[in-house]
């Protein structure tokens, strides 16, 4: 693969949007002006199971201002609504708390949620099942986990060699139900209108990927997908909610068609969203180590029960990562579902590989303690030359390196080995350590056009979407290399299905799948059209995608953690994070530590807050605002910082990048609690580490 010269490429650039972002003129997807706007707000079930019989909305449609009301006994038909979460007002079948039976239409807001609260349905109650346990009677084992891993791996003779094995670990770590949190809640608008009988129908949507959200709500309402155009300028965070669309936007779009011609603007409230917009399943993880005297690991068994929803499956890829991260002959990984009665599980930051690795970097931890050995010399020793799931060679595995320099830079070998024996006043002091890996993605069906527009100035189009990591600067940075101009000649427009095809901004696969996209266009477009091109040249292309079938190309890092403990009232504080990552060449150096800071912040707010406690007896989630459901602030950590190595990949893309939106999360929520082990000896293995779980271990100080 012929890498780019990085010229533009690899120089900090200040974010393009930036200023259109401070000053509240880059438009959001709630903030996009229609002419003659109305309202919607949900009306949600309270049941768990059953159906509803009837709904009185009589009260509701006598408040002045509303203009329509949607149940489930008359809103519109859908021409496909064959998928649990989507097909939703087709009939009276309830699944869960919080499912979408109906909404309603006003000329604000405020009238309309006034007015859903009117609304009284009556139900049919039956029993429900929304509590995940390991002995659940219901498991099952799923066709794959996501995307499409097999879901259960066994290759040696691992019974044999732990029976062998010098030295073992044997715990199960739990993880809770996470929500999806960002800062714009998810919202819409809707126009509808009808030309000639036929639909134009235009949605301004909070997404990840506007060419998805056309693609899989299209047929739902019977529309060719030239009738349907999203567009997604600017989008405030995702993490993974927003990768595909759901039960909201249908609901836009029903109540779009019943009032042709009057834009119908949604937005969710936060504590909707808690039961609408997908989040991350808890998980029960059992961990089997056996290593021999020196530290080798001799088997591992990673096995997973999580929960689905029974009107829709999810499953996460949660033991995938313990199949390639370090070397043993003998390997097993399973992971079993169970089918409840709770909202759809969906993508959140790093799904699989974030919890996965949790589990599996803390039983490391022990093993390292139960050998007598420095949790980094214990990873070294296990780091593979090879894939060890498919034998082939690595595109580029950095993990000594980014734990040896992780560990200059952050003191480690001024640790004393011992847990517990370091104390400041009243505080415990401790430090961890956790590996990171995450693997390089890169998804089919982008296209990027290259126009020259006028003279010195190029126009690159691609509908791709910035959720925030940035990608209105990397992009142009990509163009002007790739087409051998300055930066300040490219134009950059995305965020429309109008522009050539894009695929979603997730699994750190954006730049990669974009980027590649733009690089095949500017090539070609040199080669069509010469230099100088004819004002007016442009050239259409497709990315023919990666070619690494002979490579495992997977970015890695390394997390330090310093924990303070109090001794007396269990507070947990972590005065220093500090990760070390191998991504590849950095395309633009400030939003990418901006990238890997924010998931490391995730994974602290992983590690010692974040619980979305669901009342099994009810169904619903009871913590779903952002004052009960918590997570880390600016005050949490008093020193946070991201490196990465200086490397380019030369296997994976014409960059020499690979993404790196997911991989601070990854990890780092486990030295965080390694970190708390080695400060006081308690090991906390059910996230997130409480005060009361702390001082259940302490003990009287």
């Known amino acids: 693969m012929t890498l780019l010269e990085p010229r533009a490429i690899g120089t900090p650039q200040t974010r393009r949007e930036g200023r259109a972002k401070v000053t509240g ?49 008359d809103a519109p038909k859908l021409a496909d609504a064959s998928d649990g979460e989507l097909g939703i007002l087709q009939d009276n079948e309830v699944h869960f708390r919080g499912q979408l039976i109906g909404g309603v239409v006003a000329e604000t807001a405020e009238i309309a949620r006034h007015a859903a609260g009117l609304v009284h349905p009556e139900y049919e109650v039956e029993s429900h099942d929304a509590q995940l346990r390991a002995d659940h009677p219901g498991l099952y084992t799923p066709e794959s986990v996501n ?38 809640p998810h919202a819409c608008i809707v126009v509808w209108s009808e030309d000639d009988g036929r639909p134009a129908v235009t949605m301004y949507d909070s997404t990840q990927g506007v060419h998805a959200v056309r693609t899989e709500l299209a ?18 965070g995702g993490f993974g909610s927003k990768g595909a669309p759901h039960a909201h936007n249908v609901l836009a779009l029903l109540a779009a068609q019943r009032m042709p011609d009057r834009p119908v603007k949604l937005a969710l409230t936060r504590q909707q969203m808690f039961s609408l917009v997908g989040y991350r399943t808890p998980t029960i993880q059992r961990l089997r180590l056996g290593a021999d005297a020196d530290g080798r690991l001799v088997a ?67 093993l390292a303690v139960a050998a007598g050995l420095d949790p980094i010399e214990l990873r070294i020793r296990n780091d593979p030359a090879v894939d060890p799931e498919t034998g082939k060679p690595w595109s580029g595995r950095h993990l000594v390196e980014c734990l040896q320099l992780g560990a200059q830079r952050f003191g480690w070998a001024d640790r004393d080995p011992q847990p517990g024996v370091r104390v400041d006043g009243e505080w415990l002091v401790g430090t961890g350590v956790a590996s990171a890996t995450y693997p390089g993605m890169a998804m089919p069906g982008n296209a990027a056009r290259i126009t020259y527009v006028a003279e010195g100035r190029y126009s690159v189009e691609i509908g791709a979407a910035d959720i925030g990591t940035g990608a209105w600067t990397a992009l142009p940075q990509i163009a002007a290399d790739a087409l051998g101009c300055a930066l300040s000649a490219v134009e950059l427009h995305i965020g429309d299905t109008d522009l050539p095809s894009a695929s979603v901004a997730g699994g750190s696969s954006g730049i990669t799948s974009w980027g590649s996209a733009i690089v095949t266009a500017a090539r070609r477009f040199r080669r069509d059209h010469g230099d100088p091109p004819a004002v007016g040249a442009s050239t259409l292309a497709e990315s023919p995608g990666p070619e690494v079938e002979d490579f495992t190309v997977q970015s890695f890092g390394a997390h330090f953690v310093e924990a303070r403990v109090n001794r007396y009232t269990g507070e947990v504080r972590v005065p220093r994070m500090l990760g070390v990552f191998s991504v590849g060449r950095a395309i633009n150096p400030p939003t990418l530590r901006s990238q890997l800071i924010g998931g490391m912040t995730m994974g602290l707010s992983m590690a010692l807050h974040e619980d979305s406690v669901r009342d099994e007896r009810f169904g619903h989630v009871v913590t779903e605002d952002l004052a009960t459901y918590h997570i880390s602030g600016h005050s949490d950590v008093a020193d946070i910082d991201a490196i990465w190595l200086d490397e380019a990949d030369e296997h994976f893309n014409p960059m020499g990048s690979r993404g790196a939106g997911e991989i601070g999360i990854v990890g780092a ?32 100080p």
């Open 300 to 366: 591992l068994v990673h096995e997973v029960v999580e929960q689905t929803s029974a009107v829709k499956e999810f499953a996460e890829q949660t033991a995938v990562t313990s199949r390639k991260m370090y070397d043993t002959a003998n390997r097993r990984t399973s992971h079993r579902l169970a089918a409840l009665d709770v909202p759809v599980p969906f993508w959140m930051r790093a799904p699989g590989e974030c919890p996965g690795t949790y589990a599996a970097e803390v039983a490391m931890d022990e």
């Open 219 to 236: 047929p739902i309402l019977g529309l060719e997908p030239d009738q349907l155009r999203v567009i997604a300028p600017h989008v405030g």
């Open 147 to 184: 995307p499409s891993y097999q879901p259960d791996t066994d290759e040696g003779d691992v019974d044999a060699a732990l029976a062998d094995a010098a030295v073992t670990v044997d715990q199960t770590y739990t993880t809770p139900t996470e929500h999806n949190n960002p800062m714009e």
């Open 669 to 700: 929520a486990a030295a965080v609690v390694n970190a708390v082990y080695h400060a006081t000896g308690v090991r906390v293995r059910d996230l997130p580490v409480t005060v009361d779980k702390v001082l259940a271990g302490l003990g009287d």
């Open 25 to 73: 003129t880059a438009p959001y997807a709630f903030e996009h002006r229609v002419d003659g706007p109305v309202y919607l707000h949900p009306i949600q079930s309270t049941i768990a199971r059953g159906r509803v019989t009837a709904m009185d909305t009589a009260a509701a449609r006598a408040v002045d201002g509303v203009l329509a009301v949607l149940t489930v006994f």
